[in-house]
């Protein structure tokens, strides 16, 4: 203004002060709410402030936190890849993405994002862990579907109880390590024991369709036609 002092410039730089005094209001806020844990408001705050100040790499990470607190994982994954392209080095962004992924239940999402951590520093104490967990989980499954597709039902099964062996907190992992084992079992004509794997799996998902199958086929092998 002081450059180029005229009446335009002064209403736009005047509607401008008056907008960045009411952002930092909101921003205070919202830290304020989240700080509180009601994330909900914290939340609804940082929407008004990203829809101007886009590029708030810092910002991103805050509503992605509330986010996680609130249950809404996907949503967090897609402000804490922004983050992670605005700010450099972000190694934070990628090992949260990595470790949302891996409580998800998808383990090569979560191994590629970790890689991304370690291409950014190779030294990362977090990132390298996790790393180490999702690869040795990652090369379970990816052998004990090998098995399965061999037809090696027996191996599979001793590969998928492994698996559990190796995420044993990560109930996503135990449950499709079940139903996978459940499969073999039918497949290897051990009705009884998949009948009662497959109404483990049903219980905690009851629309699950592969066991659902697998089920079916091993009443079939018991002569259980109505069931």
């Known amino acids: 203004l002081k450059s180029s002092p005229s009446n335009n410039e002064e209403k736009e730089a005047q509607t401008q002060l008056t907008k960045s005094d009411?952002?930092?209001?909101?921003?205070?806020?919202?830290?304020?709410?989240?700080?509180q844990e009601d994330y909900e408001t914290a939340i609804s705050l940082l929407d008004e402030i990203l829809a101007v100040c886009v590029w708030d790499a810092e910002l991103r990470e805050l509503r992605a936190e509330c986010y996680i607190k609130e249950g809404e994982p996907s949503k967090a994954i897609s402000d804490l890849k922004a983050a992670a392209k605005l700010k450099n080095d972000n190694t934070e962004a990628f090992y949260?993405?990595?470790?949302?992924?891996?409580?998800?239940?998808?383990?090569?999402?979560?191994?590629?994002?970790?890689?991304?951590?370690?291409?950014?520093?190779?030294?990362?104490?977090q990132c390298f862990s996790l790393y180490k967990?999702?690869?040795?989980?990652?090369?379970?499954?990816?052998?004990?579907?090998?098995?399965?597709?061999?037809?090696?039902?027996?191996?599979?099964?001793?590969?998928?109880?492994?698996v559990m062996k190796t995420e044993p907190e990560v109930t996503v992992y135990s449950t499709r390590a079940k139903e996978r084992i459940c499969h073999c079992l039918s497949k290897n004509q051990q009705a009884t024991e998949a009948i009662k794997l497959c109404t483990e799996v049903l219980q905690l998902e009851?629309?699950?369709?592969?066991?659902l199958k697998d089920r079916a086929?091993?009443?079939?092998?018991?002569?259980?036609?109505?069931?």
């Open 96 to 125: 949260k993405i990595s470790r949302i992924y891996y409580q998800l239940g998808d383990h090569e999402l979560s191994l590629s994002e970790v890689r991304e951590c370690l291409k950014l520093d190779q030294d990362h104490k």
């Open 217 to 227: 086929e091993a009443y079939l092998l018991e002569d259980m036609y109505e069931e």
């Open 22 to 35: 009411e952002l930092q209001r909101l921003h205070s806020q919202a830290l304020s709410a989240y700080q």
């Open 206 to 211: 009851p629309t699950n369709v592969n066991a």
């Open 133 to 162: 967990q999702v690869k040795k989980l990652n090369k379970q499954i990816e052998s004990a579907e090998e098995f399965i597709r061999e037809g090696r039902y027996e191996d599979a099964i001793s590969k998928y109880e492994s």
